[in-house]
C-alpha cells in the first residue's frame, strides 16, 4: 500500500474491491458523458493481473485508476478524479501508484479524445506521447482519440 502525501492533504492509494464500486460508478458518472457500466468495473476488478486503484482522503473515495495488462503492454483503460477534487495531484497519485507496481520502464499506452486538454497535460507530465490517432473512436459523439505511449527507451525518451 503506497501512501502519498499531496500538499497539505492525505492520499491513501490502494486496490480497489468489489465494495468500493458504488462509491467509483458515483465518480464515474460524475465524469463522463457515457460512462461505464457497473459490469464493466467487475470485469476489470475481477482480473488477476490488472491494476484497479483507488484513491482516498479523509475516507472518501477521490478518484481511481483501472489498468489492464496485455501481453505487449499496459493498457490504462480508465481514470477519473471527483471533481471537486481535482487539481490537486490525486490524478498524479494515482499513476504514481501505477508504476509503483507495474514498474517505471514498463510499457503503457492509452486513448484519450482529442479535446480532453486536462488528461492530455497529465500524461505527457509522465512521459506519454502521441504516437497516432484513432479516427471516430468515441461512439457517443464520434470524436477521435489519441493513441499515446509511455515506452523508456523509446526515440522520444532518448531525445
Ligand atoms: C484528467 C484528470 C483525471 C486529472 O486528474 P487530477 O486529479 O485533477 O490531476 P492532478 O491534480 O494530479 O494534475 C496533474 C497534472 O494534470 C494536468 N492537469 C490536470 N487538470 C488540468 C486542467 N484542468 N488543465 C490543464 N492541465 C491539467 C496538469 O499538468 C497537472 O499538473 P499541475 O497541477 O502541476 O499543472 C481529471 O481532470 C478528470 O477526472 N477528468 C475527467 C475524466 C477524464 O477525462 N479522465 C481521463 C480519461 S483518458
Redesign the pocket.
Known amino acids: 500500500m503506497i501512501r502519498t502525501m499531496v500538499g497539505r492533504d492525505d492520499l491513501l492509494i490502494r486496490p480497489l474491491t468489489y465494495g468500493d464500486l458504488p462509491a467509483v460508478i458515483a465518480v464515474e458518472r460524475r ?2 458523458p457515457t460512462p461505464w457500466s457497473l459490469s464493466m468495473f467487475v470485469l476489470e476488478v475481477a482480473k488477476a493481473d490488472g491494476i484497479c486503484l483507488g484513491a482516498w482522503r479523509e475516507g472518501d473515495l477521490c ?1 481511481y485508476l483501472i489498468c489492464a495488462c496485455y501481453p505487449e503492454a499496459y493498457h490504462l483503460m480508465n ?3 471527483d471533481p471537486a ?9 494515482l499513476i504514481d501508484g501505477l508504476l509503483a507496481r507495474i514498474g517505471a520502464d514498463a510499457n503503457v499506452t ?1 486513448e ?1 479524445r482529442v479535446s ?4 492530455i ?2 500524461y505527457e ?1 509522465y512521459g506519454f506521447r502521441s504516437v497516432g490517432i484513432r479516427r471516430r473512436y468515441y461512439v457517443d459523439t464520434g470524436e477521435d482519440a489519441i493513441i499515446m505511449w509511455r515506452a523508456l527507451g523509446t526515440p522520444w525518451e532518448v531525445e
Open positions: 465524469s463522463f478518484g481514470l477519473a478524479t477534487q481535482r487539481r490537486s495531484g490525486v490524478g498524479r497519485s492509452l484519450v480532453n486538454a486536462p488528461a497535460a497529465l507530465q
